[in-house]
């Protein structure tokens, strides 16, 4: 069921970052068709972006600590750290605006349609929603 939900700005982290339409998924949840220029995150991003770097460490301290020095020294490490540190500005953004759930589609950091991916479908289940509300 989608359903439409108002919320304020609970904080505002890099304001304007997201101004527009973003959907925020995860991968149990496709994204359907959607304008390239619509920004898609991923809350499940962060955790798959250190399993795929970390993989599974040792149960040896030792060993495990070794494993993970050696991950972090490793030339593509900064890049890999860019990456998940933008993954996790996502994931921030959402808290920020008080997402409840996923999937979710947000208009302006204001409006959000909450079981769809489809930003079609948000998009007219917004108006439908301001149209009974006028």
């Not at 991968?27 to 809350?43: E, Q």
């Amino acid at each position: 069921m989608v359903r439409l939900i108002s919320f304020s700005l609970a904080l505002c982290l890099s304001a304007g970052t997201f101004a527009g339409t973003v959907i925020y998924t995860d991968t149990a949840h496709p994204v359907s068709p959607s304008s390239p220029d619509i920004p898609i995150v991923y809350l499940d991003a962060p955790d798959r972006m250190q399993s795929e770097l970390f993989g599974s460490l040792p149960t040896d301290a030792a060993l495990a600590k070794k494993q993970a020095s050696d991950i972090l020294a490793s030339p593509d490490f900064k890049a890999r750290q860019q990456q998940l540190a933008g993954a996790y500005q996502g994931v921030m953004k959402a808290w920020s605006i008080g997402l409840k759930k996923y999937p979710a589609v947000v208009f302006d950091d204001k409006w959000v349609v909450y079981g769809t991916t489809d930003v079609d479908v948000a998009t007219h289940q917004l108006n439908a929603w301001r149209e009974g509300n006028q």
